[in-house]
């Protein structure tokens, strides 16, 4: 089996408009990358992920 290891350190990332928010609880820092775009009657914003090496 093959792995390949993309070496990402950022993801942007299409979320609930709310996802900053809860960012601390799940221990990833993100940052608003947009406006708050109306989806579908759903608030949401591009946000932009950090991704340290260990969790990836």
Do not use: F, N
Not at 21 to 45: C, F, H, N, T
């Amino acid at each position: 089996m093959r792995t390949t290891t993309l070496w990402a350190t950022y993801c942007p990332t299409l979320l609930s408009a709310t996802g900053p928010r809860w960012a601390d609880r799940v221990d990833v820092e993100m940052k608003a990358m947009g406006p708050v775009l109306v989806i579908d009657e759903i608030e949401s914003q591009v946000v932009e992920m950090d991704l340290p090496g260990a969790r990836h």
